[in-house]
């Protein structure tokens, strides 16, 4: 199923793509045109790859080793999902506030808050190393290196 | 003459004032290369001003120094928590973080150093002896050579495909497709920007990369719930390769540093793409193919002594013609301004004060990235006895920083996000990675390439092959794809067998 997926989305940009060529000179439009035709067959012959190692079965899957046989087992097989799917809600919750609560207060709240959620350390130890993280960046980047920072409600 | 240049820049280069920004140079260099979204060339922009109330050879000497440094710099990060700290180091990380996976961050690291060491020593040689003769070649690259170029690099994408071929080249391919963003410089038209403006410039290839290497790696730390103790690796390896090692890395190491010094001349190709060539070719020489990215040396040492080649490779159309070989050394050329110094073919010898210390300032330097760079790497292998559950989220705070340092921009950051979600999603299909990022660095060059040499040509291919370089680079690329196929490898086989029977008789 995550193959077709993929193979999908793949192929829509692809025919997305090769639909706006249609609008350019034809200079700019060449070379983008024959990726997007080689994009689309390429995505095919994967899902044609996958159904026969699938059709094939575990005899198939030996005769190759491991970084060729494709991943046939259910998707979050092996992960904790609840895990994965907070940890990526928290990053993108940290890039959507970047700009307007700043970098340096975001950058602590997340920081701490994952360390907490995964019991990664002492909660003592998770506010030093939250705090002492985007110390180092402020030294580093903005006193230092003096390239600019969101600073959001702080600037 | 060139002798007695020579003594000068010698003579100046020895000034104690000259050894402490070769010195600062390199740590400031090590330090931004290991940091992923800070490069060579932003620091190296940075940094400029601070040179304003130095001599002209000190201060340039300190930027050169700084730009040497970060090429080795780049592999800490690239090694110990697969995230290149330069693009230069992206193919570093295909065997340099699965070593470091199996207890041996200390000796990846120590092979990327010596690599980068002996890839930087020789290319430094390179721009004392032969400059202005490598100069002349670099005339000979125009857009025809350079599409030559990018399709042997192409041909790459289908050797980086580790497992699946099909899978690889669809990640590869996707590459390509996501480089076309931006605007078409041959006609000056937007393409598949959809009206956002922040994709005028296309996608940052930094921020891809940052995206597809790091924020994956730090998904996968805390996916599973693993034991505490668990480390990626303990501090108890050997650093340096023992002399049976080197002696064994010699001939990868010498080839690589060519591919690096030729590939630095060549305008456009830097550091991105020597790596993936080195690695390539490094690959294709080898005994033991199928090992490469499960973490062997010979993996670390192509790249690493390829992008610490370019250094001097870039310098050379620098020093001898006035035309920058890189991003970094265009800076480098402002800083020649700044001093009042006009580059340009007479900077050799109306200048020899400062170019030649800037010749020996790049030598003497890779010896102080050796010393520095041992005591720096130490430190870092301590990385890798961090928790993975606290090591995840400082990387995404890294990252996010790294992506916004490019452009100033939060839709980077948003890129990146988006890359690095899709590089998960492929890490867990086992589609390849390292394919998509050859796809985003040869797009553009190849599309650039492609229509300004149409263009010479009157819309004619054959120019293709009527230029002696490009037909030369071509018939690699064709070979490179045959290579690989049941009929390539029985044509191998047979001349193999030749070659073999005149030995014996």
Redesign the interface.
Known sequence: M??YL?AAS?SA??VV?FL??LK??E??AE??RL??V??VC??A??LI?VHLYRRGGAAAMAR????????LAP?FE???IR??FV??TA??L??VL??PVG?FIV?PL??FG??VY????RPWVAAI?SVA??VF?YF??VAF??????MGVLG | MMIDNLLLGLNMVFLPVNILAICAGTVIGLLVGAMPGLSATMAIALLLPLTFGMNAATGISMLAALYLAAMYGGSIAAILIRTPGTPAAAATVVDGYPMAQAGKAGKALGVSLTASFVGGLLSSIALMTIAPTLGMLVLEFGPVEVFAVSVLGITIIASLSQGSTIRGLFSGMLGLLIAMVGMDLTTGTPRFTFGVVDLFDGIPFTVALIGLFSVPQAIRLIEKEVDAATFISKVSDRMLPTWKEFKYLWPNILRSSGIGIVTGLVPGAGGDTACWFAYNEAKRFSKIKEKFGTGIIDGIAAPESANNAVVGGALVPTIALGIPGSSSTAVLMGAFMVHGILPGPNLMTEHADVTYTLIWAVFFANFVMLGFGLAFTRLCVYVTQVPNKVLAPVIIVLCIIGAFAINNSVFDVGMMLAFGLLGYLFDRLRIPTPPMVLGLILGKMLDGSLHQSLLISDGSYMIFFTSPISAGLLAVAAWSLIQNTPVGKKISGTIIGVFKRKQTD
């Open positions: 995550p193959y993929v793949a940009l692809a793509f706006a060529t350019m000179q200079a700019a070379t983008p990726i997007a080689l994009l390429l995505a012959a994967m790859e190759v080793d491991e970084a060729a046989r494709p991943h998707f092996g992960i904790d895990r994965v940890f990526v990053i993108i940290y890039v970047l700009e970098y950058t997340f920081t994952i360390f995964l019991r990664a350390c190393v993280v985007p960046i580093l980047f290196l003096d390239l600019p920072v969101p």
